[in-house]
């Protein structure tokens, strides 16, 4: 039952991703969609199909599965519902990163300061890490402190330097435009290696939903599957942030909705929350793509806004997969 | 305690006497006592003195609100951005100055900070808020409105937006009487109010059971202590804009240097003070707004006593 | 007499009735303990009687008003409570915790008073906690937490004490002690006991006034030598047993046959 659900989410998936080739300003027929990606003729539906919209898609699609597994890794290893990977500082790390090497470095092109974000989620994360080792509520203020100290470092540099703050203000909403092939390229392979490692944690994972102590009965290593559940979380994450900018809700979200598909079990959890998290950031990208014709909304705020009423709804419900 | 606590009291008292001499003209330690020449003295009664005296209000007042937002929701990440204010007023606030490019940023900042914390209130409930839900209505406003501030930001012109986020920061910058007279009317009330209240959280924070079987009434304490954090806030952003991170760290800092549970609302805001003042002195050398240090001071300052205590 | 008692209760959560329509009075000045298979409505009734749950049908009175409309400190002077897995705010001390007991006995102004110090001191004597005083609560075994606890419901100083479940996690010596403690409680200072128990030997071996419940109702109360008969154990709990009379104290001791009946 659960893998035919699966395979319907990848349909599902699979026709988002055609929508997103044939959404845009120029809205293209799915004929000639279908047409262009088996043989290019360098028309002019052509050009936009594999230019912009074939990265685009791609990379919606990637950085939507990445978040999604993110977000699942991150509620159980901190067995924490309301966890979301940003509190391991991997937000702010990327932005300090990212807009220093912008305003100090001078580095303009979003495949430029990639590298920048990327090293800087990295960083951030193991100083939180490491100042929060000893419990999940250290942890949780260890992200804060060093969130706000990174983010205060932002806030002076863009107040200081106007190109600083204007690639910054751009890069802090969260969008899949202007985003060319080489991103995904760059992004790519950290984003395979931690989903693999995400899936590969798998059943370590539910032995660890069951409590340090019994964990340890069971002959599993908790220690370990958390050390590497957070490296994982940071490749994936990390490279999303890098690549895309900040994308809020999609982490925290999709595991409940694919918790009541899936179930506790986070050998489908994390594919299905991969899918769902795919689907829901395509999604909203075209939608955002639809809503403001001829131009475009940034799929940050959609998202924002398509998870508001979510969480809500969560909220509400009479069991929450509370610890 | 009462040792700790006459410490902070001097650290405050000391850097409100630096903040009130040393500048770029500096003046003489006897000007604060009736002495030195005019000119000395209106620099200081004019411009030292308000905003001195607004760090003061201001760190006091969100030392305070985070003290009582953290026993409320039992969480040391407790504060009034769990029922979305702090972004709630950013938004109203960047939609004064750059949609409707109006002057009234203040007043638009807390209408915009309490209207938020009463929808996330208002969806939370149903028969009494429970901790989490409330905590999950308030990320999804939270998030929903940050991503309005970004939007905002990205479609104005760029000099605007950067004198917008100026505000966003939290300044303190040309504070004058005029804009500290609310505060100063209004802490004086809502301090005592956070006080009184504070022996109640304290049971509160044995359970809701254990504090009923010991009489104190649960939901209404809460409800108390959210509206008396809420209106402390208020008032510190109206004078200061969302400044970061004070109304978090000051309470653990304040906890970590006392070693005291339960609210201890005086600490926090003796210790909110303290931050508070003590950064606008870096802010006016570096001609930086204040909210950029208290963001690095605050959180490596917490990060430190983290790592102490590990 | 009866200071406390409840008429025609029924206490549910949410969707889910647990007490259907109980009378219960509290005799004053006897050890009341209440037993009953899990599940049965223990808790949920020693709660509403503790007015921590709202009948949905019936009322608790107290001292013959409704309790619901008494001020909620004034019900904290004449009625103390021990819940079930209470919640110990992050580093506090033992002695801290046992002074918050102290509540509903102070003024807002005023600091602790010298009743209150003795209050303390004399409930954490009782428990056997002295030593543990400076101690942080976290730091200390389940046990150990459990009698702090129980010191601080003892600090209230209270005429009528609730107590649920106060012997979980104790080894048997502990066990034995609180119980003593609470029999002591009554005899020489006449205070009210209700109890919840699991351990049914104990329950019989000190309660004055037995209430056994089954799914939410009352199936018998009396003393334990008058109502506990192995047909009142296989109703209530599903358990096929002996009842002799326990050669320490002559209470009936319930002693399991080899196959038990499960329903």
Known sequence: MRIGGLLVGVGVLVLVALASLAVGAKAIPPATVWHELLRYDGSADGVVIRSLRVPRTLLGLAVGAALGLAGALMQALTRNPLADPGILGVNAGAAAASVAAIGLLGVADPAGYLWFALAGAAIATVLVSALGRSSPARLVLAGAAVSAALGSFVAGLTLVSQNAFDAYRFWAVGTLAGRPLSVLAATGPVLLLGAVLAIALGRPLNVLALGEDTGHALGARPGRTRVLGIVAVTLLCGAATAAVGPIGFVGLAVPHIARLVAGPDQRWLLPYSAVLAAILLLGADILGRVLARPGELQVGIVTAFLGAPILIMLAHRRRLAVR | ?310 | MTRLHGVDLTIGYERRTVVHGVDIAVPDGEFTVIVGANGSGKSTLLRGLARLLRPTGGAVYLDGQQIRSLPSREVARRLGLLPQGPVAPDGITVVDLVGRGRYPHQRRLRPPSHADRIAVSDAMAATGVTDLADRHVDELSGGQRQRVWLAMALAQQTPIMLLDEPTTFLDIAHQVDILELCADLREHHGRTLVVVLHDLNHACRYATHLVALCNGLIVAEGPPHKIVTSELVADVFGLRCRVIADPESGAPLVIPSRRPLRQ
């Open chain 2, 1 to 310: 305690m009462k040792v700790r606590l006459t410490a902070l009291v001097l650290v405050v008292v000391v850097i409100a006497v630096v903040a009130l001499t040393t500048g770029d003209d500096p003046v003489p330690l006897a000007t604060l006592f009736g002495g030195g020449d005019a000119a000395d003295r209106l620099v200081v009664g004019m411009l030292r003195l308000p905003r001195l005296l607004a760090g003061l209000f201001v760190g006091a007042a969100l030392g305070a609100g985070g003290a009582v937002f953290q026993s409320v929701s039992r969480n040391p990440l407790g504060s009034p951005d769990i029922v979305g204010f702090d972004i709630g007023a950013a938004t109203s606030a960047l939609l004064v100055l750059l949609v409707w490019h109006g002057s009234a940023v203040a007043l638009g900042a807390v209408a915009g900070g309490v209207g938020t914390a009463l929808l996330v209130y208002l969806l939370a409930m149903r028969r009494g808020v429970r901790g989490h839900r409330l905590i999950l209505v308030g990320i999804g406003i939270a998030a929903m409105l940050s991503s309005v501030n970004a939007f905002v930001l990205t479609r104005a012109d760029v000099t605007d937006a950067q004198s917008a986020a100026v505000w966003l920061t939290g300044s303190l910058n040309g504070r004058e009487w005029t804009d500290i007279r609310p505060i100063l009317l209004a802490l004086p009330v809502l301090l005592p109010l956070a006080l009184w209240l504070g022996r109640d959280l304290r049971m509160l924070e044995l359970g809701d059971d254990t504090a009923r079987a010991l009489g104190v009434g649960a939901e209404r304490t809460r409800l108390a202590a959210i509206v008396v954090g809420v209106g402390m806030t208020a008032v510190a952003t109206a004078c200061a804009g969302p400044v970061t991170f004070v109304a978090l760290a000051a309470p653990q800092v304040a906890r970590r240097l006392t070693r005291v549970t339960g609210p201890n609302v005086l600490p926090a805001a003796l210790t909110g003070a303290a931050l508070l003042t003590g950064a606008d002195l870096a802010a006016r050398r570096l001609l930086l707004p204040v909210g950029v240090l208290t963001g690095v001071f605050g959180g490596i300052y917490l990060a430190f006593l983290l790592r102490r205590a590990a």
